[in-house]
């Protein structure tokens, strides 16, 4: 869908492109909880539940800590650059969320970075569609 979308000019807008706060540390591989969502986010653990998630979100912490930015917002900087997106849907509840979407603007990946974001990334079969 996406190369259509970009060859008829439609915007393309992620949906969950933090993965349920999965991207921005809302839990841990060993299975902790560090917000009330995890806590309570069933369907995030029935969507995130491949062993190689946590590969992922752990090359986005990488990123983030050496560049001194927040996992988000390396995390939403690669969303935003990618062909056609033109705005990613965040679910903001607290003021920090949405400090940290606002700076991701500035975060500019080079090609080595969003290179090094993507190998440890595995597809997942459709989830949630039945």
Same mark, same amino acid.
């Given at each position: 869908?996406?190369?259509?979308?970009?060859?008829?000019?439609?915007?393309?807008?992620?949906?969950?492109?933090?993965?349920?706060?999965?991207?921005?540390?809302?839990?841990?591989?060993?299975?902790?909880?560090?917000?009330?969502? %995890? +806590?309570?986010?069933?369907?995030?653990?029935?969507? /995130?539940?491949?062993?190689?998630?946590?590969?992922?979100?752990?090359?986005?912490?990488?990123?983030?800590?050496?560049?001194?930015?927040?996992?988000?917002?390396?995390?939403?900087?690669?969303?935003?650059?990618?062909? +056609?997106?033109?705005? !990613?849907?965040?679910? %903001?509840?607290?003021?920090?969320?949405?400090?940290?979407?606002? +700076?991701?603007?500035?975060?500019?990946?080079?090609?080595?970075?969003?290179?090094?974001?993507?190998? !440890? /990334?595995?597809?997942?079969?459709?989830? +949630?569609?039945?």
């Amino acid at each position: 869908m996406i190369p259509l979308c970009i060859d008829q000019g439609v915007g393309v807008i992620p949906w969950s492109p933090l993965a349920r706060g999965v991207l921005a540390g809302n839990r841990s591989r060993e299975g902790q909880r560090h917000t009330t969502r %995890a +806590g309570t986010d069933n369907f995030a653990d029935f969507l /995130y539940a491949q062993a190689t998630d946590f590969d992922v979100v752990d090359r986005v912490e990488e990123i983030a800590s050496e560049r001194d930015v927040k996992p988000a917002q390396v995390a939403l900087a690669w969303v935003m650059g990618k062909p +056609g997106v033109t705005a !990613p849907i965040i679910g %903001a509840t607290k003021l920090s969320h949405l400090e940290d979407a606002l +700076g991701a603007p500035d975060v500019e990946l080079s090609p080595q970075e969003v290179e090094r974001l993507e190998e !440890p /990334y595995v597809p997942h079969p459709v989830l +949630g569609h039945g």
